[in-house]
C-alpha cells in the first residue's frame, strides 16, 4: 500500500510540473551579439561612424574584436578621418571577408 501511495504521489507531483512548466512562456534572452544570423535585407538598428566610434563601440559590431578595433583607431589617428566605409580595407586585418561582414553596421561621415 506504501509503494502505491508513493507512485501516485509522483505521479501527481511529475503531472504538475509538467503543467507548470508547459503553462508559463520559456525564458528566451534572445538574440547574442557574438552570434549573427544575417537575413537578406537586414538593415541594424544602430550604425556606428567609423570616424568617432571609440574602440569599445566598434567590438559591438561582428567580426571586430578588440585587436582590429585598436587598429581602426590608430589608423584613423595616423592617417586621418575615412572617406567611405570601404576604406577600411586598408588597415591591416580586414580583408574583403571581414569587410562584407561589418558594412551594414558602419557608415563614414566626414567632420
Do not use: C
Request: hydrophobic share 45%; net charge neutral.
Amino acid at each position: 500500500m506504501k509503494t502505491l501511495t508513493l507512485l501516485a504521489l509522483l505521479l501527481v507531483v511529475g503531472g504538475g510540473y509538467l503543467m507548470v512548466r508547459d503553462y508559463y512562456p520559456h525564458r528566451d534572452i534572445g538574440p547574442r551579439p557574438w552570434r549573427v544570423v544575417t537575413i537578406d535585407g537586414y538593415q541594424p538598428l544602430i550604425v556606428l561612424d567609423i570616424n568617432q566610434a571609440p574602440a569599445d563601440s566598434l567590438e559591438l559590431i561582428p567580426g571586430i574584436g578588440p585587436v582590429l578595433a585598436e587598429r581602426i583607431i590608430s589608423y584613423r589617428q595616423a592617417n586621418g578621418p575615412f572617406a567611405a566605409v570601404e576604406s577600411l580595407v586598408h588597415v591591416p586585418g580586414i580583408g574583403p571577408a571581414v569587410m562584407e561582414k561589418v558594412k551594414p553596421y558602419l557608415r563614414a561621415a566626414l567632420p
